[in-house]
């Protein structure tokens, strides 16, 4: 293995290769295939374990991404973590070889597998309270939800006929039409 750059001192590394091994005669990927070092006198061995649902159909999500971040300015829409692990068929995850430390967990379901949530076709959940891993944690519950948490958006005005068809990123519920002080709208 060579590192693109210098490995910090003492460190623990965990290496997650998701479904990146494969046998070489039917590409079955290796389940959980992570390979753990340090750079110091020891391995941090702190551990999170727990289950992801989907909230509203309340049955337990296979393959989710489980994540932590230790920063609350961390966007999981454009950042990447730096722990994460996938659950089981059964939505049960174990977030091994930790430091001591305050992390924020969320879950969500990597579609495109880019370790950045996508909030348009993705579904995602996390806790709103930190973690504060001085041992090992189990039980930890992360629901999920599919919820656009993009900006409105107009994403196209046209005439069709008699009609004026206007398109947004999401779903109206509520809208007004206003006119300039030189139009009218006539219905």
Known sequence: IKFASPLIPNTTYSINFRDAVQDITEKNPAENLKLAFSTGAYIDSLSITGVVIELLKSTETKDATVALYQSDTFN???NKP????????KGQFQLTNLKPGNYYIYAFDDKNKNLVVESKSESYGYLTETLDLTKNTSNINIPLVRLDARPLSLTSARPTGTYFTIKTSKNLEHYRIQTTPQENIYS
């Open 76 to 78: 999981i829409f454009k």
């Open 82 to 89: 730096i722990y994460f692990t996938k659950t089981d068929t």
